[in-house]
C-alpha cells in the first residue's frame, strides 16, 4: 500500500495540458496517471488553482460610446503581491479596477478574480473582494464606527459581530479616538483610512485601491502606504492604481504601465528600468530659449531618444550603454555650438524615465503619421506633469 | 468569534427575498440617520410645505368660484397633503445622486448586498420622513380650518393613500435620479416633470376652471384621481359633487379602484426599471 502520494506537477498553470502522475515511492513504482474525475486528477487541480494568479485578464475590452477606454487589456497578478497599475489621467485605471470589482460589465475578453469570472461570478466574487475608489466614499453623517457597521451588516454580519469588527479595523488605522465622531468633521487623510477601513470589513482576498493617495498631503499619504504595506504582509493581494511612478516604484512587486487603454509593459520597477537599457543624460541650458537648438545638436546621440521640456530648459537623452562617452560628445558639441550649460548630469533610468519612453513609443503607434508626432507627445506630457 | 459571515450568495429564494429586505432596512437605517443628524435639511423641507398652505388658503381662499362642498380649506387640504407627498418624494432623487457623486454607490455596488436594497433602503427612509411631513401638514390644516368630517378610520385612509402615492413618486424619482446622476440636473429635471403633474390636476382648483384643451389631461391625471379620493375619505360624497349640476363626478368604489390601480401600475414599471438602471450603472 502506498504510504505518501507524491504529485509531480510538470510546471503550474499548465498542469491541465501535462499528464500528472502520482507515485507512492520514489522510484515510480505503482504510478498512477491523475485522469479527470480520479481523486488525484482534484489534487493536482487544486494546487493548479493555488499556485495560478489570483488576477487575470485577457484581451479585456470596454467602450464608451465612440471612446475604447480598454483596447484589450492583459494582466496577471499573483498572490499575496502588490501590484501597481501605473498610468496618466484617462489611461483606463478607473475602467479597468470598476470591471474587476464587478462595477463595470466589459465588452470583450475574459477576467478572473480568486478564481471567479467578474460577470458570471459577480454576486460570489463580492465576497471576496475589497474596494476603495478614487472619492472617499464615506457617509459623512455616519460616525466612523457606524460607517464600518453599515458595511459590515450589508456583508450580512450580525449587528454585533459588524460592530466589534469595525472597532477592531478602526483601531488598526488609528482611528479609535475618532470612532464616535460624523466622518464629515474628518481630515482627508482621515477619510482616506476610514474609506480603506471600510473596504477590509468583509476580509477580502483581493483588495483594490483606485488611486489611494491621491489628493494627500505627503504625511497622510506615508501613512497609506505603511497601512498597504502591512496588508500585504497579512496575505492580503492588492492591486492599486496611481498616476505617481514613486508611489509604484515604493509600494508594487509588479507593476503594469496602461495608457490610452493598453498595457504597454509589465514587470518589477527594475525589470522595467531595464527595458531603457542604460544610462540617462540630463542637460539644463542657462537659456531656455535655446532648449529646442540644443536638442537638435544633441541628435543622434545615444539611442536617440529625447525629451525636451522648453519651460524648464531640459533636454534628456537615453544615453545607453556608454553613457560616460555620450557625455564626453554632448559637451563637445554644446562647445562648439555656443550653447551654455546650467547643469549636466548621468544618471540610473528612473521610473520616470521607463514611463515616457514607453507611453512615447504608444503615442507614436497610435498617431503613426511621422517622426514629429511621438515627440509632440511627448513633451505636451511632461508639460503637463511639470 | 461568531462566524455569522454569510460567505457565499443565499441561493434559495425565501432566503434571499429576506436578505434583500434586512439590507433595504439596514440602508434605510443609514438615510434616516443622517436625517437625524443634519435636521436642518428636514426643517426646510417643512417650511416649504407650510408656505404652500398659507398661501393658498388665504390667497386665494375667495377667487375660485365653484367649490365643490363650497369651502376652499376643505378643499384645499387633501390636496395639498397629495401634492406634499409627490414633493416629498423628490429627495429620492436628490440622495441617489449624491449618493453616485459621493462614491457611495460604487462602494454599495462592490459589496455582496441585494441590487434592490439602495433603492428599496432610500424610497423607505422618504417613505418614512414623508409620514412626519404628512402629519405635520394635518396639523398645519387643522390650524387653518380644515377639518375630518368622515370619522377615524377614513382619516387614516387618507394618510394610508398620501404614503402609497409619495412611495410611488419615491420609485419614478430614482429612475430618474440614476438616469440623469448629476445632482444639479437631477434637481432641475424632477421639478420640471413634478409642477406640470401636480398643478395639472385637481390639486389645487377644480378642473371645469382649466383652459379646454386641459380638462382632458387633468381628468385622467392620476393625480386628480388621488386628490378627489383624499377628498372623498376626508369630506365626505360633497367633495366631489359638481356645484353646477348637483351631480357627483365619480362613486367611491370608482375612485378607490382608479387609485389603486394607477399605484399599481406605475410601481411595476417604475421598481424593475430603476433597479435595471443601477445594476447597469457605469
Redesign the interface.
Known amino acids: 500500500m502506498p504510504e505518501t502520494i507524491q504529485v509531480e506537477l510538470p510546471e503550474l498553470h499548465q498542469v491541465a495540458a501535462f499528464p500528472i502522475r502520482a507515485s507512492s515511492d520514489t522510484d515510480g513504482h505503482d504510478t498512477q496517471e491523475a485522469v479527470p474525475g480520479s481523486h488525484i486528477f482534484e489534487v493536482a487541480l487544486g494546487c493548479c488553482l493555488v499556485g495560478g494568479p489570483i488576477i487575470r485578464t485577457e484581451g479585456v475590452q470596454k467602450r ?1 460610446g465612440k471612446v475604447e477606454a480598454l483596447k484589450g487589456v492583459d494582466l496577471e497578478v499573483q498572490p499575496g503581491t502588490i501590484f501597481g497599475l501605473l498610468g496618466p489621467n484617462g489611461a483606463g485605471k478607473t475602467t479597468a479596477v ?1 470591471i474587476l ?5 466589459l465588452d470583450g475578453g475574459s477576467a478572473q478574480v480568486a478564481g471567479m469570472d467578474v460577470v458570471r461570478d459577480a ?2 466574487l ?2 471576496k ?3 476603495a ?10 460616525t466612523g464606527l ?1 460607517n464600518l457597521e ?2 459590515g ?6 449587528r ?2 459588524a460592530r466589534r469588527r469595525g472597532g477592531e479595523i478602526l483601531e488598526r488605522f488609528d482611528l479609535s479616538d475618532a470612532a464616535g465622531r ?1 466622518a464629515r468633521t474628518y481630515s482627508g487623510g482621515m477619510r482616506r483610512r476610514l474609506d480603506v477601513a ?2 477590509l470589513v ?2 477580502p482576498e483581493v483588495l483594490f485601491l483606485d488611486e489611494p493617495t491621491t489628493g494627500l498631503d505627503p504625511r497622510s499619504r506615508t501613512d497609506v502606504w505603511s497601512f498597504i504595506r502591512e496588508l500585504q504582509a497579512d496575505g492580503t493581494t492588492l492591486l492599486l492604481t496611481t498616476q505617481y511612478l514613486e508611489e509604484a516604484d515604493q509600494l508594487a512587486d509588479r507593476i503594469g504601465v496602461i495608457d490610452v487603454g493598453t498595457v504597454i509593459a509589465q514587470g518589477t520597477s527594475d525589470q522595467l528600468k531595464e527595458q531603457i537599457g542604460g544610462e540617462v543624460l540630463e542637460l539644463h541650458v542657462s537659456n531656455r530659449d535655446e532648449t529646442e537648438r540644443a536638442a537638435e545638436v544633441l541628435k543622434g546621440l545615444g539611442t536617440g531618444e529625447h525629451t525636451v521640456d522648453p519651460a524648464t530648459g531640459l533636454v534628456k537623452v537615453q544615453a545607453g550603454r556608454d553613457g560616460t562617452s555620450v557625455v564626453f560628445e554632448a559637451v563637445r558639441r554644446m562647445d562648439s555650438s555656443n550653447v551654455w550649460i546650467e547643469d549636466l548630469a548621468l544618471h540610473k533610468p528612473t521610473l520616470d524615465d521607463v514611463f515616457l519612453t514607453l507611453t512615447g513609443h504608444a503615442v507614436a503607434e497610435e498617431a503613426d503619421t511621422g517622426a514629429e508626432a511621438p515627440r509632440k507627445g511627448r513633451r505636451r506630457r511632461k508639460e503637463a506633469r511639470t | 468569534m ?1 462566524t ?6 443565499p441561493t434559495g429564494l425565501v432566503e434571499r427575498g429576506l ?1 434583500a429586505v ?2 433595504g432596512l ?2 434605510a437605517w ?1 438615510n434616516l ?2 436625517i437625524w ?2 435636521p436642518t435639511v428636514l426643517v426646510f423641507e417643512l417650511v416649504q410645505p407650510i408656505m404652500f398652505v398659507l398661501l393658498f388658503r388665504y390667497v386665494y381662499a375667495n377667487a375660485f368660484a365653484n367649490i365643490p362642498g363650497g369651502d376652499y380649506v376643505m378643499f384645499l387640504l387633501p390636496g395639498i397633503f397629495v401634492q406634499n407627498a409627490i414633493f416629498g418624494s423628490t429627495t429620492t432623487a436628490i440622495g441617489l445622486a449624491e449618493d453616485l457623486k ?3 454607490i ?8 441585494a441590487r434592490s ?1 439602495v433603492l428599496a433602503g432610500r424610497t423607505t427612509s422618504d417613505l418614512a420622513k414623508n409620514l412626519i411631513l404628512v402629519l405635520l401638514m394635518i396639523g398645519i390644516g387643522y390650524l387653518v380650518g380644515f377639518r375630518f368630517q368622515e370619522g377615524l378610520l377614513a382619516a387614516l385612509g387618507v394618510i394610508a393613500l398620501v404614503l402609497a402615492v409619495s412611495f410611488t413618486f419615491s420609485w419614478i424619482c430614482a429612475t430618474v435620479g440614476l438616469a440623469i446622476k448629476q445632482v444639479e440636473a437631477v434637481q432641475a429635471a424632477i421639478f420640471t416633470m413634478v409642477f406640470p403633474i401636480v398643478f395639472v390636476s385637481a390639486a389645487f382648483v377644480p378642473v371645469a376652471g382649466m383652459a379646454a384643451f386641459l380638462q382632458p389631461i387633468a381628468e385622467h391625471n392620476p393625480v386628480t384621481y388621488w386628490c378627489n379620493l383624499a377628498r372623498y375619505l376626508s369630506i365626505g360624497e360633497v367633495a366631489v359633487i359638481d356645484p353646477a349640476t348637483g351631480v357627483a363626478s365619480y362613486t367611491l368604489e370608482e375612485l378607490i379602484v382608479k387609485s389603486v390601480l394607477w399605484i399599481v401600475v406605475l410601481l411595476a414599471i417604475f421598481i424593475p426599471v430603476s433597479i435595471r438602471l443601477y445594476r ?3
Open positions: 464608451f470598476r470589482t464587478t462595477l463595470l460589465d454576486e460570489a463580492r465576497f473582494i475589497g474596494l475608489g478614487q472619492y472617499a466614499a464615506v457617509d459623512e453623517n455616519l457606524e453599515l458595511v451588516r450589508l456583508y450580512h454580519l450580525g454585533a459581530e460624523p471600510a473596504s468583509g476580509r | 461568531s455569522t459571515t454569510v460567505a457565499s450568495p436578505l434586512n439590507d439596514v440602508v443609514r440617520v443622517g443628524r443634519v459621493r462614491g457611495l460604487d462602494r454599495f455596488r462592490s459589496l455582496p448586498m436594497a447597469k450603472l457605469t
